[in-house]
């Protein structure tokens, strides 16, 4: 293969690709890097003046994008997401199951109702939106879908049960997902980000001590910035990753290796 023909292995012109929580930080940055690369975005978020940001952002870096309402823990609206996007463009050819909750407590005072709420947004939202897009995928015979892991999916840290639990089970259901749909042309796999600094984090980081602590468990000896992400997101979501599988490809600056 020539360099050229290397290079467009990570071509995605005009591929329709969705990102849900495009209207936060990691989602965003995804949602434009992979506009860079070609791809025509759909934001979807709960927070409809977010996603029209972004997707305004995008067009006015020369890029096409458009801005969708959703909520990921409603089956009725993540069918309609689906739908909508299938009709209107003919086909959808990657997601990004981007959208996600932060919560921190020690496992004794965590409420009920807060578990429930991360378990639903991190956890079930992924598995609503990932079906529904999933069948549209499975008729047409090729998609791939990205979910958003964590290192918690691996690593145990205090104060990050309910965070932890449902990274897990994304991790867990990217595998599941990937082995059932691969041999109907849709690759299904995650990226685990160490720590990343994004509006939703920084409440956290603020917090007397805790900046160093989290630092002091990454060898690279700095936060995760949204950026990072956007290599893997386009390697997963182009023809270069047609043989990856389930797979959580940790951009963690060496946090999970000890």
């Given amino acids: 293969m020539t360099a050229h023909g290397y290079r467009a292995l990570f071509e995605l012109t005009d591929q329709i690709a ?13 949602a434009k890097g992979l506009s860079k690369f070609g791809a025509r ?3 979807a978020d709960l927070d409809m003046s977010a996603a029209a940001a972004v997707a305004e952002e995008i067009k006015e870096a020369g890029g096409k ?34 959208a996600g909750v932060f919560t921190v407590a ?20 992924v598995f609503l939106v990932s079906q529904a897009v999933g069948a549209v995928m499975l008729r047409q015979g090729r998609g791939k879908i990205i979910n958003l892991a964590s290192v918690s999916s691996q690593v145990g840290n205090p104060g990050y049960a309910a965070y932890a639990a449902s990274k897990g089970g994304v991790a867990l259901l990217t ?10 042309g849709v690759n299904v796999n995650a990226i685990g980000p160490a720590f990343t600094e ?7 980081l603020e917090g007397e001590g805790r900046r160093d602590f989290v630092l ?17 997101a386009v390697f997963l979501a182009s023809a270069a990753s047609d043989f990856v599988v389930g797979q959580t490809i940790y951009v963690d600056g060496g946090r999970t290796l000890g």
Avoid: F, H
């Fill in 41 to 43: 975005l759909v934001i």
């Fill in 175 to 184: 595998k599941v997902l990937g082995v059932e749909w691969c041999r109907g």
């Fill in 18 to 30: 969705i990102v849900t929580g495009g209207g936060g930080g990691l989602g965003r940055e995804i």
């Fill in 216 to 232: 002091s468990k990454i060898p690279m000896e700095r936060l995760g910035e949204p950026r990072d992400l956007v290599g893997a």
């Fill in 198 to 204: 994004t509006s939703m984090t920084r409440s956290y």
């Fill in 65 to 98: 994008g458009r801005a969708v309402q959703v909520d990921v823990t409603s089956p009725s609206s993540t069918r309609a997401l689906a739908e909508t996007v299938a009709a209107e463009e003919g086909r959808i050819d990657i997601l990004v199951n981007a």
């Fill in 106 to 125: 020690p496992a004794v005072d965590l409420s009920p109702e807060a578990w429930k709420t991360v378990l639903e947004v991190n956890l079930t939202g």
